[in-house]
Structure formats: C-alpha cells, structure tokens
C-alpha cells in the first residue's frame, strides 16, 4: 500500500488507491506496447505502486508525444532561453545568437519577434543558414509563401533532404498556399521520395484528391493507416493520430 494512503480518509483512500493503481498499469502496458527498455517496468513496480516511478516514466517518456508537453517546455523554459540569449547579444551581438534567439520565438509562435530576430542575424551574415531556414518557416507561418520562398528554396536546391525532407515540405506548403499545386505535389513527391513522414503524405493525399486524382489520393492515404499500425516506440502515439485522420478523411470524402 502507498505510504500516503493511511492518512487519507477511508472513501477517499478507496478512490485514490484504485486512481494510482490504474495509472502504474496504463504505464506498465505503454512501456510494453512501445518496446521501452523493460528496467522502466522495474522502476514502477519497485516503487511498490507509488505512482512515483509511473510518474518519472510519464514525465520522460509520454508527455513528449503531446502538445502540451511542448507548451510546458515554452512557458517555463522558453523565457529563461531568450534572457540568456538577449543577454548574449548585448556582449557579443553575434548572428548565432540572433537566429537562436529567432529559435526561441518561433517556438513560441511569436511570429514577428522571430522574424526580426533572423533579420537581425543575416544583417550581421547574410550566408547565416540557420536564420535563412528560420525566416522562411517563419513567414510561412504567416503566411507570406512569397518570402518564404525566398529563403528556402535556395536552401531545398542546394540539399534536397535539408532538414530531413522538413525544407521541401515547407516549399511545398508555400506552393500550396500560392494556388500552384502542380509545384507543390512535386516538392511533397521530393519529400516522400527519401522520407515516409506522414504529415506530409497526409497533405499530398488531400493535393491529390482536390486535384481529382483521386485512386492516388486513397492509395497514400491507406498508406498513411498502415504506417500506423505497424509503429512502435516514441512516434506510436504521433503516427496513429494520422492514421485516424487519414480513416477519417476515407469516410468522409467520395474515392471513386
């Protein structure tokens, strides 16, 4: 029995008991379906159902896959980041620490910060990679395909897997929000050739099945579902979320 429990009143012990027992088992099984190192289970179990060791492995290894996850780490950590970096500038002004503090606002979707930040650091290196590749993202965020263009496609020609595919799926993106589908089902093409990322053929279904080519548009879709239920480890959680946004779409939209 958790050592809390006794201090707990008895209806409330009940509850609380069953509440920490169910999430040391959600835990165990997630640790066995994803294929984690099995000391984990030890941990939990260890613990003698505490829900301390489940907690850690919630921490470590669930709260990553989930938005939020990614909220907590901009809220509490993001504004210590850019002090630092701020405070790195006015000593040094570097580029470097212009495009990481671009980083650090386009992470938190502060979208006009970032854009400065990177201006500022190709002002002071106008061959500064990582601020090129930083604004153009960040104007595809706001949607000025145009400028975004024009910083990733020089990027996207110079290394076609720049970013691991993530270059070319933002050009396609931009082509995408300019209208030109036909470039923007070349540069999806581009990126599925070397990657299986299922974001991007999610995107290059719905291209396909908007421009009519529709028995393509199902056959990568159906892709999409099988990819999900063969994934395992860190990216389970990621890639059966497309998977049901891909069944979803199937049932909603005429294929034939």
Request: aromatic share 14%.
């Amino acid at each position: 029995m958790p050592y809390y429990l006794p201090y707990l009143p008895t209806a409330h012990m009940t509850i609380f008991g069953a509440l920490v027992l169910a999430f040391c088992v959600w835990m165990i099984i997630d640790c066995i379906r994803n294929d984690n190192p099995v000391w984990w289970i030890y941990i939990i179990l260890l613990m003698n159902f505490t829900g301390l060791g489940a907690l850690i492995y919630f921490l470590v290894n669930k709260l990553p896959q989930y938005e939020i996850g990614r909220r907590w780490d901009r809220l509490f950590m993001g504004g210590r980041r850019i002090s630092e970096l701020k405070a790195q500038i006015r000593h040094m002004d570097r580029p470097y620490h212009w495009a990481k503090l671009g980083d650090e606002y386009r992470a938190q979707r502060r979208w006009k910060e970032a854009a400065d930040a990177y201006r500022e650091a190709l002002k002071r290196d106008p061959q500064t990679e990582e601020a090129q590749y930083g604004l153009g993202l960040t104007l595809l965020a706001m949607n000025d395909y145009d400028g975004a263009l024009k910083y990733l496609q020089p990027l996207v020609d110079g290394d076609a897997r720049y970013d691991y595919g993530a270059g070319a799926a933002a050009i396609a993106r931009a082509w995408r929000g300019l209208g030109r589908n036909d470039n923007a089902l070349a540069a999806f093409e581009k990126v599925l050739a070397n990657f299986s990322y299922s974001d991007a053929r999610y995107e290059y279904a719905e291209l396909l099945h908007l421009t009519g080519r529709k028995q393509q548009a199902r056959e990568q879709f159906e892709t999409i579902i099988d990819d999900a239920a063969a994934a395992h480890g860190f990216n389970r959680a990621r890639e059966r979320r497309w998977g049901r946004k891909a069944k979803l779409f199937l049932s909603t939209h005429s294929m034939g």
